[in-house]
């Protein structure tokens, strides 16, 4: 496989996933927010909620179809760009993206037409029920794709059957309830509706500075507060389960995150600072806060977060055992009914992806040399100074929106609405939680890598054989479009806002005037005597 292929390949799905995550995490939040919303109009029959809950659903529907549109393409990417990924894991992938397709995303089509055309139509209680199936299928499509990323991280409830050369589910229940998978919803979700909530917070704040629509800015500033600070502290708390769950699924990114290249003696310290260098292999000035690492990774004292070094040595051992285990699944490609090629293989099948790590160095990975095999071990090894840089950042964002809310929730209740440097950070920090996001996915992606499945399929066997200009062709293409449709979306958010909210008129039909009475239709009328 060409590796410049792979790398534009790579890149390719990167950026649409960019693009995907600037439009659905305010697409979850805001979908709960106008929930909260219209619940309080319901609850009290006040107009002003309608026309709040009215004016930031225009917003949300801007978004909402930004959002479809980047996910449906990142859908098809996997087959044109990782046509071998599709083939090989596709029975068990697949399934979870066609639930989305059909349970999640069918779900919100149905309803958010409802929800915006059927104010006239439906009771209050009715219309806040269709407001909150289009939360619900919202946050349902985010489990779904997270349950697909989450085996991609952790290949539970599966197997590799040598007869058909795929991966194939064992286990359906173990896949949906993939530990890693209910730990990246969760924290996934409640990002989101930081987001949403930093976002209402901060067109709210613009309103406030200039003087308009007090009565919107300020109800929503107080309602987004509350909301936020609920989200942010879910995302610290459900972070940290993240954190747990890398301790028994993921080592090597736990280890790298932290460029922990040595097992401490436990409980480990954290580093807040350090210069780790993956051609040195060692971190330079590092400052560790002592216990940390520990309780955070084992929930424990004497519990053992393991080192780089020895995980790779790990990883040698696997690639060394799952040779047998690939020598056997050729002699099967060759004779599916040898026995004693199948008895090896199974005595060696949970090491096979390691053994075709060797793939990247050598044709046949039965030739690699032991200097090969050092090199395919220390390829399980991500980057570590990005992942490390990255990780802290996303943590220090996090830490700085708990005490924005908090400020913001204290403000709110004691009526000071007309602090303007608070104001003015409301609307300058607004991007800070979607660069949080980004960088949280980059974590995980890059924390993934070798693998496009870890310890199953290693990302270069992935990628569909293309040629280097049609992808740069499809890169740019895409930059294109969805640069075109980002700024047609940012200038009609901005419209939007600048136009501010509507006071909301039901339409009630005429009375004053008397409809003509119909004429008699020439078939059916009656004939002169």
Known sequence: MDMAVVELSRLQFALTALYHFLFVPLTLGLSFILVIMESVYVMTDRPIWRDVTRFWAKLFGINFVLGVATGLTMEFEFGTNWSYFSQYVGDIFGAPLAIE??????????????????????????????????ALGSNLS???????????????????NPITMRMEVTDFMAVLFNPVAQAKFVHTVSAGYVTASVFVLGVSAY????????????????????FGLASSLSVVVLGDESGYTLTDNQKMKLAA????WHTEPAPAGIAVFGLPSNSGRETLYEIKIPYVLGLIGTRSLTGQVEGIYPLVAHARERIVNGLPAYDAVERLKANPNDLAAREAFERNKSDLGYAMLLKRYVADPRQADAATIDKAAWSTVPNVPALFWLFRAMAGVGFFLIAFFVAAIYLGNTRQFDRKWFLRLAVLIMPLPWIAIEFGWMVAEIGRQPWAVDGVLPTFLGASSLSV??????????TLLYGTLAVIEVRLMLAMIKKGPETYTPWQPRHDAVPPAPEPSPAYAVPAE
């Open 101 to 134: 397709g059909l349970m999640a995303f069918f779900l919100e089509a149905t309803f958010v037409g409802l929800m915006f055309f059927g104010w006239d139509r439906l009771s209050k209680r009715q219309h806040l029920f269709t407001t909150f199936m289009v």
């Open 142 to 160: 985010a489990l779904w794709i997270l349950i697909a990323n989450g085996w991609m991280q952790h290949p539970t409830g599966s197997a590799f």
């Open 207 to 226: 309103y406030l500075l200039k003087g308009r629509h007090l009565e919107l800015a300020k109800r929503s500033f107080v309602v987004a507060a509350a």
């Open 257 to 260: 995150i932290e460029a922990e």
């Open 469 to 478: 200009s049609a992808i740069w062709t499809t890169i740019i293409g895409f």
